[in-house]
């Protein structure tokens, strides 16, 4: 008996030493990742979020909306992460309206352009965000601004 769980002991030990490494993300990634940092909106007058990374997860939190500023701060894009197999980024969306997420895939088409679709239930709904240049930014800095 002694034996047996000495060799499974070696067994298990063997099993996780030769278990996959954790891979850094490669330039393929990278790349991405720059694409999509950054402030975005939707439309005129509409809420502005800010793409950033913390920690290795992306997301996308209001930083600005003058039509509701009770939002500002809540993150809506959650779990954002570079699926490079499939060439987009996908991840979670909050509905504040709704209070519930839905699964979205991204993609960029071109440096100020992002493409959301949310998939809720059969149904897809695509939305689309323009880049916020940093001069359009600077001009919402003030009282009601960043």
């Known amino acids: 008996m002694l034996a047996s769980c000495l060799l499974l002991g070696d067994l298990q030990s063997v099993a996780h030493a030769s278990g996959p490494e954790p891979e850094e993300p490669g330039p393929i990634v990278h790349a991405q990742a720059e694409r999509i940092l950054g402030h975005w909106q939707r439309g005129e007058g509409e809420a502005i979020i800010e793409i950033s990374e913390r920690d290795g997860i992306y997301r996308g939190i209001i930083v600005w ?3 509701r500023p009770e939002t500002v701060g809540i ?3 959650r779990g954002l992460r570079y699926d490079a197999e499939a060439g987009q980024w996908k991840g979670r969306a909050y509905s504040i309206k709704r209070n519930r997420e839905v699964r979205i895939d991204v993609d960029l088409p071109k440096d100020d352009h992002l493409e959301l679709t ?3 239930m059969i149904f ?3 939305v689309d965000f ?3 240049p940093r001069a359009e930014l ?3 800095r003030g009282p009601s601004g960043l």
Request: glycine share 0%; hydrophobic share 50%; net charge positive.
């Open 130 to 132: 323009r880049r916020i």
């Open 65 to 67: 909306n003058v039509r």
């Open 118 to 120: 949310a998939h809720i």
């Open 75 to 77: 993150e809506v894009f």
């Open 124 to 126: 897809t709904k695509e």
């Open 138 to 140: 600077a001009a919402l």
